[in-house]
T-cell receptor, first 111, second 115 residues
Framework: QKEVEQNSGPLSVPEGAIASLNCTYSDRGSQSFFWYRQYSGKSPELIMFIYSNGDKEDGRFTAQLNKASQYVSLLIRDSQPSDSATYLCAVKGGATNKLIFGTGTLLAVQP | EAGVVQSPRYKIIEKRQSVAFWCNPISGHATLYWYQQILGQGPKLLIQFQNNGVVDDSQLPKDRFSAERLKGVDSTLKIQPAKLEDSAVYLC?????????????FGPGTRLTVL
């Protein structure tokens, strides 16, 4: 079982819709959870992070954690074509305290 | 504030040749990371430095890869000899290293192609 799993996509949503991105993680001791956005040919850029104690909203972005199911989600409201990118979920803490990345989900927002 | 700087941005070499990458972290960041990102995959940590000491190099192929961070600032990652499967983007990241969240910030990466 991979440590952090994401559906590779592509996830296609129309402009203005809500995009829902998900990832699952295997280490129950994980403490912090990150979402990075990576445009093609560019480096990862941090969008949001949450601790194990709660969800977080920042503008159009909401990160949610379900500890019981070991599941993290990122919701993007009012999706824009400029949101089209690969979204990497990363998890830290637990056994190694390393930042472990998933393979990313490609989001395509259709104008 | 300047971000993480890496050079070169692109490198093409033949297998069995050697190559070196350089990284300058964000000023004041104590922790420096080198990641390897193969096309279609997430970044994989190769080595983590705290100041000039190695914290984690468990996934560094030490028979061919080496890294150093002299004086606790900039760092070099070397591959010698390179293999075809080393073709990837090599990302350097830095973080304040103050514990807690310790968010990592990535440089632009070096895209390595091994022919």
């Amino acid at each position: 079982q991979k440590e952090v799993e994401q559906n590779s996509g592509p996830l296609s949503v129309p402009e203005g819709a809500i995009a829902s991105l998900n990832c699952t993680y295997s280490d129950r001791g994980s403490q912090s959870f990150f979402w990075y956005r990576q445009y093609s040919g560019k480096s990862p850029e941090l969008i949001m992070f949450i601790y194990s104690n709660g969800d977080k909203e920042d503008g159009r972005f909401t990160a949610q954690l379900n500890k019981a199911s070991q599941y993290v989600s990122l919701l993007i409201r009012d999706s824009q074509p400029s949101d089209s990118a690969t979204y990497l979920c990363a998890v830290k803490g637990g056994a190694t305290n390393k930042l472990i990345f998933g393979t990313g989900t490609l989001l395509a927002v259709q104008p | 504030e300047a971000g993480v700087v890496q050079s070169p941005r692109y490198k093409i070499i033949e297998k069995r040749q050697s190559v070196a990458f350089w990284c300058n972290p964000i000023s004041g960041h104590a922790t420096l990371y080198w990641y390897q990102q193969i096309l279609g995959q997430g970044p994989k940590l190769l080595i983590q430095f705290q100041n000039n000491g190695v914290v984690d190099d468990s996934q560094l192929p030490k028979d061919r890869f080496s890294a150093e961070r002299l004086k606790g600032v900039d760092s070099t990652l070397k591959i010698q000899p390179a293999k075809l499967e080393d073709s990837a983007v090599y990302l350097c990241a830095s973080s304040p290293g103050t514990g807690g969240l310790d968010t990592q910030y990535f440089g632009p990466g070096t895209r390595l192609t091994v022919l």
